[in-house]
């Protein structure tokens, strides 16, 4: 429950269409459950400042890290603009590079949808 709410809280700091987009790529489980927890701090009153959030937590969560940097070039193409940013900045200059760099790859829709579900699934081990 404390990871569902450290996410709404996260969630809450987001323009409302990259929150939007986030919400949409969970299980309607976990959507329903970050939805109410962000119906509370809209509730109490808590400002949606981006700024109050530390920007390396949580900025790469769906990055794992040691991937081929065609492969996360190829994911911070497909994630929200709000982040990339903080995420490119919790990288090293040469890992950057490399990460920009590369061109991300033309994928067919099934495929990209197979590389994000593979970064989620290696981000929660």
């Not at 969630?11 to 990259?18: P, Q, V, Y």
């Not at 489980?29 to 937590?57: F, K």
């Not at 982040?83 to 890992?95: E, F, I, K, M, V």
Request: glycine share 8%; proline share 10%; charged share 20%.
């Amino acid at each position: 429950m404390a990871a569902h709410r450290r996410s709404a809280l996260l969630l809450h700091g987001l323009a409302g269409h990259d929150r939007d987009w986030v919400l949409a790529q969970l299980p309607p489980s976990d959507r329903a459950v970050l939805e109410s927890h962000l119906a509370e701090l809209r509730e109490l009153g808590i400002p949606a400042d981006p700024a109050l959030l530390p920007p390396v937590e949580g900025a790469g969560a769906a990055m794992p890290a040691g991937e081929p940097a065609w492969m996360m070039r190829q994911l911070l193409a497909q994630g929200p603009a709000a982040w990339r940013g903080a995420w490119l900045a919790t990288l090293s200059p040469g890992q950057r590079e490399r990460v920009l760099s590369q061109p991300a790859p033309a994928l067919r829709p099934a495929a990209a949808r197979s590389l994000r579900l593979h970064a989620e699934q290696a981000a929660r081990q």
